[in-house]
């Protein structure tokens, strides 16, 4: 079986011989790939959204496709559609950019809300529904959008079901002194580095091993009850408008144990829950009318939330993961 903090120093290592920092967002797209989720990359243009996004489907060795989103892109244009053939005299499947299985969808809020909505049964389902055919998509399916931020001209904000989709939503920001300087250096020996110089690293195989492996995570019952108590207080807050979704809480739980097992544990502790919290839970809230007007964020809100929401006393996950297992060994 393979282990997924082997999958994630592979693709890590193979991916910073061209990357420069931004070891924080190859975790958060490892953990979304190996359970099953997707992930939005903000950042202003310029500090390598969509080759972070390229490196790593490059690395996977995994079929992928780009789709460039602007205005004009329709539904269509992603999922497929029916052509007529002439020669045949009947209709023929085109089948769109999202059948792969790593879709790297560029600059997502440039397109229209109709055209961004055409993901949602994708990232939902892994299915897409084409003249009343559904029509399954492979697996592993792993959306990777970037989008700008939504002040700049020419953006349409996606709108919350489609944020929903999404497990975590991580902004690039630009690099610090030293790594700029790096950066400064690699392309001033190598120029014309990019995508095409990283090697698969990893098999669709060993991915799917690596995901039974994350599913097989113990999580404590403290620590899941820590993990409600965090989401339902977004709920309870009255500076949100709206609260984190069970989905969300779904997707928490998931990813907590994917990064126990990229640190080479078999049981998840509070320190994962909190650790993913933020890219996990602020792109789904939405401030009330009250909180905008005073210049509370998401973020603000979030911060307050970890801060009030006590963690269980010790973790006490390491002595429920031996329970799980010796129980697991007297049933059998």
Request: negative net charge; hydrophobic residues 40%; glycine residues 6%.
């Amino acid at each position: 079986m393979t282990e997924p903090a082997a999958v994630y120093e592979d693709l890590r290592e193979e991916i910073q011989t061209v990357l420069v920092g931004n070891e924080s967002v190859l975790e958060t797209l490892t953990i979304s790939l190996l359970t099953g989720g997707h992930v939005l990359v903000e950042g202003v243009p310029g500090v390598a959204k969509t080759t972070i996004a390229r490196l790593f489907a490059a690395a996977t060795g995994l079929d992928a496709n780009r789709v460039q989103m602007t205005p004009d892109v329709l539904p269509a244009d992603i999922t497929g559609t029916h052509i007529y053939r002439e020669t045949t005299g009947e209709f023929e499947l085109q089948r769109g950019p999202v059948f792969a299985n790593v879709v790297v969808v560029d600059e997502i809020n440039r397109a229209t809300p109709k055209t961004q909505s055409a993901l949602l049964e994708a990232m939902q389902e892994n299915a897409v529904t084409i003249d009343g055919d559904t029509l399954r998509l492979p697996d592993p399916f792993f959306v990777v959008a970037t989008q700008n931020p939504i002040e700049m001209e020419g953006t349409y904000e996606l709108p919350v079901a489609q944020r929903d989709r999404f497990q975590f939503k991580f902004t690039v920001g630009m690099p610090d002194e030293d790594e700029e300087l790096a950066l400064l250096d690699r392309f001033d020996d190598r120029p014309e580095l990019g995508p095409e110089d990283v090697s698969q690293v990893v098999t669709a195989g060993q991915i799917l091993d690596a995901r039974e492996v994350v599913a097989a995570v113990h999580v404590d019952p403290a620590v899941k009850r820590y993990l409600r108590d965090l989401v339902n207080a977004t709920r309870e807050t009255p500076d949100l408008e709206y609260g984190a979704s069970p989905r969300a809480a779904l997707f928490l739980l998931d990813a907590t144990k994917a990064r126990a097992a990229l640190r080479g544990r078999e049981y998840a502790t509070p320190d994962d829950v909190k650790a993913l919290a933020r890219p996990a839970l602020a792109h789904r809230l939405v401030t009330s009318a009250e909180a905008e007007l005073s210049d509370v964020s998401v973020h603000d809100v979030l911060d307050e939330v970890l801060t009030s929401v006590d963690p269980p006393d010790g973790d006490g996950s390491m002595a429920g993961a031996e329970n799980a297992a010796a129980s697991g060994r007297e049933d059998s």
